[in-house]
């Protein structure tokens, strides 16, 4: 089992910044991605944005283009999300995703996920 703990949300004005932390614990021999999911309320899931392992490919949701940086780090098995430029638009709450290796088997695994609001 993989066991995914965020941190790092909160309350942050129109235009300020927050950075998330997400740490990754357990059996696994490989993390192959860690992304980045949010969800509003009566809105859908979305990814907001994903690195790879290994190649650092990432990718980023067309709204957060320029304001938000995805880093990660591979000792720690860690990734983070700097959110700069934070807009109300940005409310959700925020969850980190991984796919990993535990044993022979390939998985997705999900944390708890934080609360981010934006709001003056």
């Known amino acids: 089992q993989v066991h995914l703990v965020e941190s790092g949300g909160g309350l942050a004005q129109p235009g300020g910044s927050l950075r998330l932390s997400c740490v990754a614990s357990?059996?696994?021999?490989?993390?192959?991605?860690m992304s980045w999911y949010r969800q509003a309320p009566g809105k859908e899931r979305e990814l907001v944005a994903s690195i790879s392992n290994p190649g650092g490919h990432i990718s980023y949701l067309d709204s957060v283009k320029g304001r938000f940086t995805i880093s990660s780090d591979i000792v720690k098995n860690s990734v983070y999300l700097q959110m700069d430029n934070l807009k109300p638009d940005d409310t959700a709450v925020y969850l980190c995703?991984?796919?990993?290796?535990?044993?022979?088997?390939?998985?997705?695994?999900w944390g708890q996920g934080t609360q981010v609001t934006v709001s003056s």
């Open positions: 357990g059996r696994m021999s490989t993390i192959y991605y």
């Open positions: 995703n991984a796919g990993a290796k535990v044993g022979f088997r390939d998985g997705v695994y």
